[in-house]
C-alpha cells in the first residue's frame, strides 16, 4: 500500500470570468471544483496509475466534507485526522479568452496540538501496512516547522520508504531527517544548497550536496525531465532523464504527477531509471489535461519509452 500525506488540503475552486477588474460585480459563465493540495493531487495520479493508495491528512468543516466525498467519487481511498477548524478554500479566477489564471489561497486551518498528535498516531498504525509513503505541500499553521523531519522518523522506524516534496523550511528539516527521496524542482533545489544553476553539470553537481545534507537520494526536477544520482555498480551515478516539451495545456500539478509516476514505479518494483522515466513521463503527460494529478496511464507508459536516459558523471567526481 502507498500512502500520500496531506496536511493542508483545499476545495479548488476555478470560475471563468471574461473581463476581471477590481472593485466590479462578475458573472461568472464556468466553474469547477475539485479537492485540491499536493498530497490529494499525488494520490489522485497514483490511483489512475492503478497502485493501490490511501490519502491521509486533516480535513475540517463543511470543506473538509466535500473533499472527502469528492475523492470518495473518485474512488480514492482516504484515511484523514478530523480537525475543528476549516478546511481551506482556494479560488482561482480564469480569464477565458486567454486562460490567464488570478490566484486567492487560504493559508489553511489552525491544527491544534491534540489534532497533529491524533494524526501522528494515526499514520504510525497506517504505516504498518505500507511500503511507500509521500510528503507533500505545505504546512497548515499551528505545526511546527520541524513537522515533516518528525514524521519522517516515524516512518523510518516502519521500514517505510519517503518521499518528500515539500520547499522552505519545512523541507530544509525533513530533509535532515534522512527520508529515501526528496523531490525539489529546480528553483526549490537552488534555495536549499543556497545558489543559482545556470548549466547542467551544475544541476547534477548539487545533487551529492543534497544527499550530504540528509536523503538517501535527490531528484531535481526540470521542465523537460529530471537529474537524479542512482546507485550504479562503482557507487553512485548521476544520471539525466530528458523528454521533448510537450505543448502544455496546463501546468499545475506537473511535479506532483511526476512523484506518482516515481513512486508508482517504486511500487511496482521497476529498476531506478525505470522509476524515472515513468516519472518524468506523468509529469508530462498531466500537462495535456485540465485538473491536477489527472494521468492517463496508456499514454504516460507510452511517454515513458520515449524518455531518454544518459549518465552525466559519478557523485564522487563532483563532490
Ligand atoms: N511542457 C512539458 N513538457 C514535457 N514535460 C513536462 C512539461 N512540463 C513539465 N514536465 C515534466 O513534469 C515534471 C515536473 O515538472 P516541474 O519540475 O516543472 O514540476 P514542479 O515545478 O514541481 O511542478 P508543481 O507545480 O506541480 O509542483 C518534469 O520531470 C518534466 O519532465
Ligand atoms: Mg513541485
Do not use: W
Request: include cysteine; aromatic fraction near 4%.
Amino acid at each position: 500500500m502507498i500512502l500520500t500525506v496531506a496536511l493542508n488540503l483545499a476545495i479548488d475552486r476555478s470560475v471563468m470570468v471574461p473581463n476581471l477588474a477590481l472593485g466590479r460585480r462578475h458573472r461568472s459563465v464556468d466553474s469547477t471544483m475539485v479537492a485540491g493540495g499536493k498530497g490529494v493531487n499525488v494520490a489522485r495520479a497514483l490511483s489512475r496509475l492503478g497502485s493501490p493508495v490511501i490519502a491521509t491528512g486533516f480535513v475540517g468543516g463543511l470543506n473538509g466534507e466535500q473533499v472527502v466525498s469528492q475523492l470518495e467519487r473518485e474512488r480514492i481511498m482516504t484515511d484523514f485526522t478530523p480537525i475543528t477548524d476549516e478546511t481551506r478554500f482556494n479560488l482561482a479566477i480564469v480569464e477565458p479568452a486567454t486562460g490567464e489564471q488570478t490566484e486567492v489561497n487560504e493559508r489553511g486551518p489552525m491544527i491544534t496540538p491534540d489534532e497533529a498528535e491524533a494524526f501522528v498516531e494515526r499514520l504510525d498504525y497506517l504505516a504498518g501496512g505500507a511500503s511507500i509513503c509521500v510528503l507533500a505541500g505545505s504546512l497548515p499553521p499551528g505545526l511546527d516547522e520541524d513537522f515533516y523531519a518528525r514524521l519522517v522518523g516515524i516512518l523510518k522506524r516502519r521500514e517505510v520508504e519517503v518521499v518528500l516534496d515539500a520547499d522552505g523550511g519545512p523541507m530544509a528539516e525533513g530533509m535532515r531527517a534522512g527520508p529515501s527521496v526528496i523531490t525539489p524542482n529546480r528553483v526549490e533545489a537552488e534555495e536549499l544548497v543556497g545558489r543559482e544553476f545556470e548549466t547542467v553539470d551544475e544541476i547534477a553537481g548539487a545533487i551529492p550536496e543534497l544527499v550530504t545534507a540528509g536523503p538517501a537520494r535527490a531528484i531535481i526536477t526540470l521542465p523537460d525531465g529530471c537529474v537524479a544520482g542512482l546507485d550504479g555498480p562503482d557507487g553512485e551515478v548521476l544520471v539525466r532523464a530528458s523528454i521533448e516539451s510537450l505543448e502544455a495545456r496546463s501546468r499545475g500539478g506537473a511535479g506532483d504527477a511526476f512523484v506518482a509516476g516515481y513512486v508508482a514505479g517504486r511500487h511496482r518494483g521497476l529498476d531506478p531509471k525505470g522509476c524515472l522515466a515513468l516519472g518524468v513521463a506523468c509529469g508530462a503527460e498531466s500537462t495535456q489535461h485540465f485538473g491536477a494529478g489527472i494521468v492517463d496511464p496508456h499514454e504516460a507508459e507510452r511517454l515513458a519509452s520515449e524518455v531518454e536516459l544518459e549518465e552525466v558523471g559519478s557523485a564522487a567526481s563532483t563532490i
